[in-house]
């Protein structure tokens, strides 16, 4: 069955990367996204890879796929006070069936 | 392009009440997930419908949970005889019918969740 596995905090300073890590365990998974939830809010996605891709980068934000090891890591460069959020990993075995999340990294900015 | 809605956002319910939870999807979305967020917990997917059909129900509960997407009108998720247990946030979840460039990418569009609470 499908799994998906998340440290549930992270804690960092203003200014420094930040790395969440994730891993899952069906090798079948075709899409990987990560998911940001600010207090009170839905999920609004950041970011999705295909799993023949080991690395794709957006602005300050860096994933890297190991699939090998199942684990998915996303990297936050400059780590502001705004993206303090919940950061969920999800997997999916096709472009049309459901989601199947993390519990999500509970990140921390510090000023 | 407004994005989903759902309501009620908060709702407060006495054991034994019905709990009824609207969502309207997106414009030009007729896939409509529902997923349920447990305190410390993750989401977990309920039910996926298309207009009129149930494709996908594994994650509902037997009992008592019940949902529906009719051709007219936003999709439902219908909680009868609530308990304790089912405080929770629910979200709903949309993807577009014909995906922009022909490709799904299983991207999920989220509202902002109602939040149920059963004294």
């Known amino acids: 069955g499908e799994d998906v596995e998340q440290s549930l905090f992270l804690s960092v300073r203003e200014g420094d990367s930040s790395v969440i890590n994730c891993t899952y365990t069906?090798?079948?998974?075709?899409?990987l996204y990560w998911y940001k939830q600010e207090p009170g809010a839905g999920l609004q996605l950041l970011t999705y890879i295909f799993s023949n891709m080991d690395m794709k980068q957006d602005q300050r934000l860096t994933v890297l796929l190991n699939k090998k090891d199942k684990h998915l890591s996303l990297r936050i460069a400059d780590t502001q006070t705004g993206d303090s959020a919940i950061y969920f990993c999800?997997?999916?075995?096709?472009?049309?069936?459901?989601?199947?999340f993390g519990k999500g990294t509970m990140l921390l900015v510090s000023p | 392009n407004a994005g989903v809605m759902q309501n009620p956002r908060h709702l407060v319910r006495r054991r034994g009440q019905e709990a009824r939870l609207r969502c309207s999807p997106m414009k030009g979305h007729s896939h409509v997930y529902w997923y349920r967020q447990l305190p410390e917990e993750g989401l977990k997917f309920m039910v996926y419908?298309?207009?009129?059909?149930?494709?996908?129900e594994s994650g509902m509960p037997k009992e008592r949970f019940s949902a529906e997407f009719p051709k007219e009108g936003p999709s439902i998720l219908r909680i009868q005889q609530v308990v304790r247990g089912d405080s929770a946030a629910y979200f709903c979840a949309s993807s577009p019918t014909h995906p922009a460039g022909g490709i799904n990418t299983g991207e999920l569009f989220f509202g902002e969740g109602s939040r149920l609470t059963v004294l």
């Open positions: 419908l298309q207009k009129e059909n149930i494709i996908d």
């Open positions: 999800a997997e999916s075995l096709s472009g049309y069936s459901t989601l199947t």
């Open positions: 069906d090798s079948s998974s075709t899409y």
